[in-house]
């Protein structure tokens, strides 16, 4: 007997070696990354050559995320001393001025090296990173108070269970909460919610017999001149009868999948609102979101003498009115996809309120009463809450003198926005949770019953902060601002700024959608603040070469790193939303797609209309010509 043997291996080996492959694709990632690269340093060998070795590597383990974001951001504080680029700790004036001696910094910008270098560990404590972290509290405050989700349970009764408002009520108490806390925080509150408003709404049940009713009905008065034209049928032709009850289950069969088709469309697009309206709303302020903070800290770093012209009340001033305007139109986007415009049946529009509707009300009704009136440590939070945002906003106004300026006199770097975050967080911790004893009818804020005599808890404890406090962004944020500082301190922004100078014969807002378009899809396949850590620096660079407002690009690619909504492993609120089974990833991807060309239309408009008067983006500034090296 004659075998024969194939000519290529069999498959389960091809099988096992492919997913040997897998299994190790990190480890592969990791170790051949450095390898390749390692030219840029060895043969080349310049300061720019290193730096951009440092950066190359860190984009690498922040798109494929073989190692914690937080892990990578780490690196600039081993290489760049290593390479000579930054040293780790601080110098005097004479160190600096032997490292530009040994020509480890370029020649121009020696001088002003000599005189200060801000070095690399330095990089991981800004005032942006304590902005961040102040704010974080107070957002860790409101949720640990359940105040987030009263206000939400608050709107919605309001807006009612019509599914057109209904859809605009779950996007706008989601759009403000993203505001204030995190874009997670917001999705995994309100995601529950809306599961339990369309398990009413969606009660297949009780409208059985209601489509069988009304289809027999119709079949029933098809002929008017015959009072029971079904049963003469069936009595007379036997067999004719059975083909209109044929004729009739098949009907009702295709209503009730019409009906269901409708049903999953509507739970698609109730849900994949409320990722779309997290991700939108956190672009709104300048604690919203990560990129907004990375802006703020690299306008600081790049452009010392910017005057601090990127603050929460401008900032909010020009982001709030985008904002408004593209949840609009992804409200109408979401509203055509999945529902359709028939008014009387998604508005309402002189329509009765069916049983469902009630049902659907009283599970939102129900859910506030959970939460009982509301206590005195929840006032004290909102208060707080609603402070801060009166600091921020009115610190710095532009206008007219802020609060710092008058009471303090002092400038606006003396008292940031950190300051006040800072101011309120600590608040927080010495603020108790209770009425005191000796107020009056301080038992009206608390349904508790009294405990034993002890120490008052506070607002907020050390050890919820620790818990839900995202601290791997504080050093993601570092990380950045090293990155930003490398690449000065070694001339590489300088040299990719010089590389973009013939951009100089596209317009401006041309090159601001090409460079949005960039960004929009770069950031589907890494962390949004990764992402504007990555470009912004260059971008700045590209600004002053070609001579344009560095806001003019760098405003809008810093909104653009926020909108992730195509894939669900592109940012936490999608893959949120995806768990719960409603979606598939071409859903996602066909609305998502949308979803980009509206945001970048939106960014584009606004920083050609009041964008431009704000920021005064059609001069060149003074300040873009100084930097922070």
């Not at 208060?383 to 610190?395: I, Y």
């Not at 532009?398 to 926005?417: H, K, L, M, Q, R």
């Not at 939303?577 to 979803?595: C, E, H, N, P, Q």
């Amino acid at each position: 007997m004659v075998r024969a043997f194939p000519a290529f291996a069999p498959l389960p080996s091809r099988m096992t070696f492919l997913k040997f492959l897998r299994s190790v694709k990190n480890e592969l990632i990791l170790f051949f990354t450095p390898l390749a690269f390692l030219p840029l340093p060895l043969v080349i060998g310049t300061a720019e050559a290193e730096c951009a070795y440092v950066i190359i590597m860190m984009a690498v383990f922040w798109c494929t995320e073989v190692l914690p974001l937080a892990i990578t951001a780490l690196l600039p504080a081993l290489l760049f001393p290593l390479f000579g680029i930054m040293e780790s700790k601080d110098v005097s004036e004479v160190a600096a001025g032997s490292c530009a001696r040994k020509g480890r910094i370029p020649a121009h910008s020696r001088t002003s090296s000599a005189l200060s270098i801000s070095q690399v560990c330095m990089q991981y404590l800004k005032d942006t990173n304590l902005l961040f972290v102040g704010g974080l509290m107070v957002a860790v405050a409101v949720e640990h108070w359940n105040l987030h989700k009263r206000i939400a349970l608050r709107v919605l009764l309001f807006v009612g269970v019509r599914p057109a408002l209904l859809m605009l009520g779950f996007m706008g108490v989601t759009a403000f909460l993203s505001m204030w806390i995190s874009n997670t925080a917001t999705t995994a509150m309100m995601v529950p919610i809306v599961q339990a408003v369309l398990e009413q709404l969606n009660d297949n049940e009780a409208e059985i017999p209601q489509i069988l009713s009304s289809e027999e009905q119709q079949v029933q008065t098809s002929d008017p001149d015959s009072k029971q034209p079904l049963q003469t049928e069936k009595q007379s032709e036997g067999q004719q009868g059975s083909v209109v009850v044929t004729f009739l289950d098949t009907a009702v069969e295709a209503a009730k999948r019409k009906e269901a088709a409708e049903k999953k469309r509507m739970c698609k697009g109730m849900t994949l609102c409320v990722c779309y309206a997290a991700s939108i709303g956190g672009t709104a302020t300048l604690t919203g979101t990560g990129p907004n903070l990375v802006l703020k800290g690299q306008m600081s770093q790049l452009f010392p003498e910017n005057g601090d012209v990127i603050n929460f009340a401008s900032w909010f001033g020009f982001a709030f009115p985008n904002m408004i305007l593209m949840l609009t139109l992804a409200w109408l986007w979401l509203q055509f996809v999945f529902m359709g415009f028939n008014f009387k049946k998604t508005w309402g529009c002189g329509a009765v309120k069916t049983e469902k509707d009630i049902a659907a009300y009283n599970v939102i009704r129900e859910q506030h009463r959970l939460l009982g009136p509301m206590t005195f440590g929840e006032i004290s939070v909102l208060g707080l809450f609603t402070l801060l945002v009166v600091m921020w906003f009115s610190r710095d106004p532009g206008f007219v003198d802020g609060w710092a300026t008058t009471i303090f006199n002092s400038e606006a770097e003396y008292v940031t926005d950190a300051t006040v975050a800072i101011f309120i967080a600590i608040l927080l911790f010495v603020l108790p949770s209770k009425a005191p004893s000796f107020c009056c009818r301080s038992h009206s804020f608390d349904t508790v019953p009294p405990q034993a005599a002890g120490p008052t808890p506070r607002l907020l404890t050390w050890k919820v902060v620790q818990k839900k406090l995202p601290w791997g962004i504080v050093l993601l944020l570092g990380g950045g601002f090293a990155l930003a500082k490398g690449s000065e301190v070694s001339g590489l922004s300088k040299w990719l700024g010089d590389q973009m100078a013939p951009l100089q014969s596209i317009p401006p807002w041309a090159i601001a959608i090409i460079l949005c378009l960039l960004i929009a899809t770069f950031t589907e396949c890494t962390s949004n603040v990764a992402t504007a850590t990555l470009f912004l620096p260059v971008l700045a660079s590209m600004s002053q070469s070609i001579g344009i407002n560095p806001l003019y690009v760098m405003v809008p690619c810093t909104l653009s790193a926020s909108f992730a909504f195509m894939l669900p492993v592109a940012t936490p609120p999608n893959a949120i939303v995806f768990s719960y089974g409603y979606l598939k990833v071409a859903d996602m991807a066909r609305t998502g797609i949308v979803m980009n060309i509206i945001g970048i239309l939106c960014i584009t408009l606004a920083i050609n209309t009041w964008g431009k008067a704000m920021f005064e983006l059609d001069s060149f500034p003074v300040w873009a010509n100084a930097t922070g090296v």
